[in-house]
């Protein structure tokens, strides 16, 4: 009973591909979000939906682009990859309140 | 916007001894503060919250302190186990807003 499952777990691709990663969550979460995990280990909130509309949107690059289709999925479109797009993006979602339940991440290469 | 401070960055102790992890953070408005723990491949999960209105928090091994004057808050792990090894972060947030975290903290329990 997977809480909140991310697709692929790896992804390893060229410079200039565009590329998307899914989300889902099966909590009955009102939130979700997208972090990326930088080499040093840092996290870093990119954006946050919440009942499918976008409340935060930090400085990301507009070749990220978030859809959420319903409330269960919050997908991560990436335009033009860039080497410096190389880490692992997390997804997470919360009931609306400040817990969050983090999926198991997708570490993304681009070579 | 909130900035989060985490000492040390790597901590070694033997097997049985206690972990001390501490953070500071910037925004005195930050009411909520959660601890995560990354084990190696895996997202983030949440092992301890407190809030503001609480000055300490414990459950089992694991316990939270909070200064609100001074701005800092700790981790305690007490009776280390070789299973506690892992990354483990501190975060403030105000409210639903969104979360920063700290730069994390590498534990290792020495068997």
């Known amino acids: 009973d997977t809480a909140v499952s991310q697709t692929p777990k790896y992804l390893v691709t060229q410079m200039g591909n565009d590329k998307s990663i899914k989300c889902e969550q099966n909590?009955?979460?009102?939130?979700m979000y997208w972090y990326k995990q930088d080499s040093k280990k840092f996290l870093k909130i990119m954006f946050s939906?919440?009942?499918?509309?976008?409340?935060i949107n930090e400085t990301v690059p507009n070749r990220f682009s978030p859809k959420s289709p319903d409330k269960a999925h919050l997908n991560l479109h990436i335009n033009s990859l860039e080497l410096g797009d190389s880490a692992v993006y997390f997804c997470?979602?919360?009931?609306?309140?400040?817990?969050?339940?983090f999926g198991p991440g997708t570490r993304l290469t681009v070579t | 916007g909130e900035n989060v401070e985490q000492h040390p960055s790597t901590l070694s102790v033997q097997e049985g001894d206690s972990a001390v992890i501490k953070c500071t953070y910037s925004d005195s408005a930050s009411n909520y503060f959660p601890w995560y723990k990354q084990e190696l491949g895996k997202g983030p999960q949440l092992i301890i919250d407190i809030r503001s209105n609480v000055g300490e928090k414990k459950d089992q091994r694991i316990a939270v302190t909070l200064n609100k004057t001074a701005k800092h808050f700790s981790l305690h792990i007490t009776e280390t186990q070789p299973e506690d090894s892992a990354v483990y972060f501190c975060a403030a947030s105000i409210g639903y807003q969104k979360v920063t975290f700290g730069t994390g903290t590498k534990l290792q329990v020495i068997p």
């Open positions: 997470a979602s919360s009931p609306g309140a400040d817990v969050k339940y």
């Open positions: 939906y919440n009942n499918k509309e976008l409340i």
């Open positions: 909590l009955g979460h009102d939130t």
